[in-house]
């Protein structure tokens, strides 16, 4: 009997994701354009890595706000908002002019929170952009391109962007995400390990390695599938929610950009962001 009950389970698994997939493929065909796109930056502050990390400054200003300031520029995006489920974050983000939705705090991850957002809108959008809260340099044009690859491949339901590594000891930093993309600019696989991985364990001078950058952009209804698809092993392993997207059998366009700012992912960060503004003459 718990043999019997155990392949219930998968079926039942198995056929609720197959629904899914068939519901999202009918829904495509009946749209001829996408072109409502909502930019969301999803934002919490109780991160257990870096606690409060939206609001650490950063040259004189809470990063969530400068990520905010870059964002706002970009010129594909019918609307743009914080979405939040701290008050402190909120009132900061009010103040620099930015438009805040409140979401639950046990919301687990920012793909399900920009959903949240989504719902809590009356405006129907096509597209979502997820546009991560710790790059505070985000350039406007990569978020344009990642909105305009999406619209350009029917056959994708995800866009994202990716750079070279200019500095080969990041490529085995856990905290730099990689990525391999195939010879139609399709993911493949993402990784917080070396990627691609060889029998030496070390980086390979003559080959290029990819930074996946923290902008993810999909189709607003395949947006509403994600949360119902069951968690993937791959995801789950290396911490990625991109990876549930390719484990399920959904297309993902990649766009390689110029872009030599990272993230912000533990304190140490903040030095070089501020490093790279210098550099830059950015204030």
């Known amino acids: 009997m718990e043999v ?36 969301v930056i999803p934002a919490r502050y109780a991160s257990s890595r870096f606690p409060g990390k939206p609001l650490v400054q950063i040259a004189g200003k809470p990063m969530i706000v400068r ?15 914080v979405a939040t489920d701290d008050t402190r974050i909120r009132d900061a983000c009010v103040e620099a002019g930015a438009e805040v939705v409140m979401t639950d705090s046990e919301i687990p991850n920012g793909t399900e929170r920009c959903e949240a957002a989504m719902r809590n809108l009356t405006q129907k959008f096509d597209i979502v952009v997820n546009i991560q809260g710790d790059e505070p340099l985000i350039a406007p044009e990569i978020i344009d391109a990642c909105v305009t690859a999406l619209q350009k491949a029917p056959d994708a339901v995800y866009s994202t962007p990716v750079t070279p590594f200019t500095d ?13 993309v195939d010879v139609n600019g399709y993911a493949m696989y993402f990784s917080r ?58 297309r993902m366009k990649v766009v390689t950009v110029n872009h030599s700012a990272h993230g912000v992912d533990e304190p140490a960060d903040v030095a070089s962001i501020e490093e790279i503004m210098r550099k830059k003459g950015l204030k």
Do not use: W
Not at 67 to 81: E, G
């Open 4 to 39: 019997k009950r155990a392949v219930a389970t998968v079926v039942s698994g198995v056929c609720a994701v197959q629904l899914c997939r068939i519901a999202y493929a009918y829904y495509r065909a009946s749209c001829t354009s996408r072109s409502r796109v909502l930019g």
């Open 168 to 180: 080969r000891k990041e490529v085995l930093m856990s905290s730099r995400v990689k990525c391999v």
């Open 67 to 81: 990520t905010y300031l870059q964002a706002k520029m970009a010129t594909t995006l019918t609307r743009l908002v």
């Open 193 to 250: 390990g070396m990627l691609p991985n060889n029998k030496e364990g070390t980086p390979d001078v003559a080959r290029d390695y990819l930074l996946h950058l923290g902008l993810q952009c999909y189709d607003a209804a395949f947006l509403t599938t994600y949360s119902k698809l069951p968690a993937t092993p791959c995801m789950l392993q290396e911490d990625l929610e991109q990876l549930k997207v390719i484990e399920h059998g959904y």
